[in-house]
């Protein structure tokens, strides 16, 4: 930490120019912007909770879902990469038993670090994401004491960026940082998120968002052990192949589809207990087809056998998309990438709430794509699916075309023309 004057002398200055390029893959021209971002943050910061002799910056970037739709709940693979959108935080010690986050737009979180237990009544609320993340510190042997934060957010709400993901792994960030020694390795931050969300929050949730949240870059990840998830960097410039990375809001909200995301692994799992396991992975892919017609029989579910076959085969996409990317072979990786999108209208069937049938944005999204593209670039729904966004691989030749034609039916502003971020969660020192 350090006094809050030198922090926003250096950034004004430009002593954070260096780094602020190099984690947003920004120019010099717009560099300046970031700095003011963080100093505005500061302001907030002292604003809300009065001036600090010293202060702390953190940050924790959104994710985007490349490879393996759906496909880490059931222990598979995975490729996904951290984006220059990010929530950031000015965060200073308090001196108090009490840990207290404000979020622009939001209602002060206020935690006292004697209460740590799982609160009912705060499912589906950011307080308890903060909660679980501080008791999975403290499980560890670490002694959380009372910090404030202000933080501010670009990474778009139900985007299928996983704002919560970023919010969960830039709270892990600051605690690490704070109280841990830097200690506590990312891919541990990352399943400490995963279990703030599913135990305090009440959401069923895979590792990928959190992971490559706190991770950072591009990454392939095997779930099959989620104790230890094996962790590698791929390496993916989409400037060499002339394409940039387009995230489309479909205009549609996520809100209220808690329950159309808790059945594609409810789904999957009562397939995997067919065969008396508790994941697909562990499911023998020739033995799950030779038992089809015995699967249906049994479950009278034909949605689930779909979304198994469309498991089986995204798990092995991902997988082919990281050979296809580390062999150079960027037409095989844009091939790989429609054929998941397809799959994932097809069989696992997350394009659209079945309970309300006449809201498909996201399936409008993908026709403009297909319309506009043709046989080039590539397109897929983003992350969780039934609403939010559709990822897109643009050659760069079109690209003003592309987004002005979405842009025409969709509105300004929809069409996010993003950059893959070099590292995960991270304190600007």
Do not use: W
């Amino acid at each position: 930490m350090r006094s809050v004057n030198d922090t926003k002398n250096a950034l004004t200055a430009g002593k954070y120019n260096d780094k602020l390029k190099y984690l947003y893959s920004c120019n010099e021209a717009e560099v300046k912007e970031y700095a003011q971002r963080y100093i505005d943050v500061i302001d907030e910061f002292e604003n809300v909770f009065g001036n600090a002799e010293e202060i702390a910056l953190f940050s924790a970037p959104g994710r985007t879902e490349i490879g393996g739709n759906h496909t880490d709940h059931q222990h598979g693979c995975v490729l996904a990469g951290s984006v220059n959108l990010d929530v950031i935080a000015a965060v200073g010690l308090n001196g108090t038993n009490t840990v207290r986050i404000k979020s622009k737009g939001y209602e002060m979180d206020v935690i006292d670090l004697d209460d740590l237990e799982i609160h009912e009544d705060q499912f589906d609320k950011a307080i308890a994401l903060i909660r679980g993340v501080i008791k999975s510190f403290v499980n560890l042997g670490y002694e959380v004491k009372g910090f404030d934060a202000y933080t501010i957010s670009n990474v778009l709400k139900g985007s299928g960026l996983s704002s919560s993901a970023a919010f969960e792994v830039l709270v892990g960030t600051i605690i690490n940082g704070l109280f841990a020694n830097g200690e506590v390795s990312p891919v541990e931050i990352a399943k400490f998120g995963q279990y703030a969300e599913n135990v305090y929050y009440n959401k069923p949730s895979g590792l990928m968002d959190q992971m490559a949240s706190s991770v950072g870059s591009v990454v392939a990840i095997d779930f099959n052990s989620t104790e230890k998830p094996v962790v590698s960097k791929v390496e993916l410039d989409l400037k060499k192949h002339g394409h940039a990375l387009c995230i489309i809001d479909s205009g549609a909200d996520h809100a209220d589809l808690t329950d159309e995301y808790a059945t594609i692994p409810a789904d999957m799992k009562e397939v995997a207990q067919f065969f008396d396991r508790d994941y697909l992975r562990q499911v023998d892919e020739q033995e799950f087809y030779a038992n089809i017609k015995n699967i249906r029989s049994a479950i009278n579910n034909d949605r689930a056998v779909l979304r198994a076959i469309h498991f089986f085969n995204d798990n092995r996409r991902a997988q082919d998309e990281v050979e296809a990317l580390r062999n150079n072979d960027f037409e095989l990786f844009r091939s790989l990438i429609k054929e998941s999108g397809r799959s994932s209208y097809m069989y696992l069937q997350n394009v659209f709430a079945s309970s309300m049938p006449e809201n498909q944005a996201v399936s409008l999204t993908l026709a403009l794509c297909d319309e506009i593209l043709g046989d080039r670039g590539a397109y897929r729904v983003h992350g969780g699916g039934f609403a939010g966004t559709v990822q897109a691989f643009v050659p760069f030749d079109i690209l003003d075309e592309f987004k002005n034609r979405i842009e025409a039916v969709l509105g300004e502003g929809m069409c996010h023309v993003l950059s893959i971020r070099p590292i995960g969660g991270y304190e600007l020192k």
